[in-house]
């Protein structure tokens, strides 16, 4: 069949069609694209040891401080046992230092210096007694010489068990003391050490989130600082997409933006957190017909909700659109 032509009419009657479809396509301009993505994080026990006890299990939701693991710690038990005695030992020895003798040993120096002084009276007694017979004339002086020496090493007796008896009640040397209070010190600081590796033998939950992975079972040999699961706190779920070169000038930081995607429900309120400071080439896996920039800055926006974080997987696709943007599109 012959096609007619369209007529004057006709031409009249397709411009306003035409224009209100053109309105219609720069109404739905396409969104920038991205990608949901997540920072794990991985915990470990700075400890080596056989795990004990798991209480998780991949896809679990978990509380802060809530506990993950616990490995099998009997030797840091056991370190944490001697460490509690030699801090004993060590802190009975410095409060020793600063005692004097025992009460019984005192006891023993003050019996001693009792019998001294008896001993001196008796020696100054037959001192004078000698010399009153020197001078009555019946003993020769030679025999007053002899009991004045006898005095004078009963009075040094009686001087040095005395100072004994003092230095009995005094304190170590303050050298001594410093020592052995530098000696509990160190005790305490290995008590302290001990004490921290057996209660990093459980590990806890720094923050609410899910556990993405699992990485060992419980009965098998974990090295220190070896992950064992992986958790994924709703605050480090975040939208990463790219933007021309063209129109990044127009960004900036908390500036607001709207996620949607497929399966997500209402389109997710969301804050720009981080802009890339230099471009780089567009991403394959964000090719498509209605994007081909090749310079592109990457982009991240942080949701505003925790709980729309939720609803944002890693590695999902997404179109982000600025709020501006986003209300005009619902217009």
Known sequence: MR????????????VPLLAGLTACQRAAEPAWSG???GEQIYLAAPVAGRIAALAVRAGDAVQAQQTLFALEGSLERAAEAQ??????????????????????EIAVNEAQLRQARSAAALAHAELARREQLVRQGFVARAQVD???????QADARVNELLAALQTARLPAREDTRE?????????????AQADWRLRETTQQAPAAGRVVDVFFRPGEWV?????????????????RFFVPQAAVGGLALQQPVRLSCDGCGEPIAARISYVAP??????????????????VFMVEA?????????RLHPGQPLDVRPERAAQRVVQ
Not at 3 to 14: G, N, S, V, W
Not at 84 to 98: G, N, P, V
Not at 179 to 191: F, M, N, T, V
Not at 302 to 310: F, G
């Open 278 to 295: 230099q471009a780089e080439y567009t991403p394959p896996v964000i090719y498509s017909n209605e994007q081909r920039a090749k310079l």
């Open 179 to 191: 020592s052995a209070r530098a000696l509990a010190d160190a005790a305490q600081s290995e008590r």
């Open 146 to 152: 002899d009991a004045a020496l006898l005095a004078r």
């Open 35 to 37: 990608y949901a993505e």
């Open 3 to 14: 096609q007619r032509p369209i007529t004057a009419a006709c031409r009249l009657l397709l």
């Open 223 to 239: 090295a220190a600082g070896q992950p064992v699961l992986a958790l994924l706190p709703p605050a480090n779920r975040k939208a």
């Open 83 to 104: 460490a509690s005695a030699r801090l004993r030992s060590a802190e009975a020895q410095a409060a020793d230092t600063d005692k004097g003798r025992r009460r019984e």
């Open 302 to 310: 942080l949701p505003q909700d925790p709980a729309d974080a939720e």
